[in-house]
């Protein structure tokens, strides 16, 4: 199985190009409460509006073991270079 996953400075650049779209999170919460250090999981990405891919992350919070979901409306470019496909076992 194979998995998208960005660590913390590519989630916050995706987080910035979400800014102002229907699926984003407040900024300056976020950027508080994620771990520095995490590493983060696309579950979820389709095409959306024809324009933009909307995606659903499992995120790496400080100080808890259960990641957060957020939704994020972001360009395909950004996406793609935010993201490091790796194989999982099943």
């Not at 999981?41 to 891919?53: K, P, Q, Y």
Request: charge should be negative; charged fraction near 25%; include cysteine.
């Amino acid at each position: 199985m194979k998995v998208s996953i960005t660590n913390t400075p590519g989630i916050l650049h995706l987080v910035q190009n979400a800014q102002g779209r229907n699926r984003s999170v407040y900024e300056n919460k976020f950027i508080k409460e994620v771990d520095p250090n995490g590493k983060h999981m696309m579950a979820i990405s389709f095409l959306h509006n024809s324009t933009e891919i909307r995606t659903k992350w499992l995120c790496k919070m400080l100080d808890s073991s259960d990641p957060i979901e957020i939704w994020l409306d972001v360009d395909a470019a950004v996406l793609k270079e935010c993201v490091t496909i790796i194989e999982m076992p099943d």
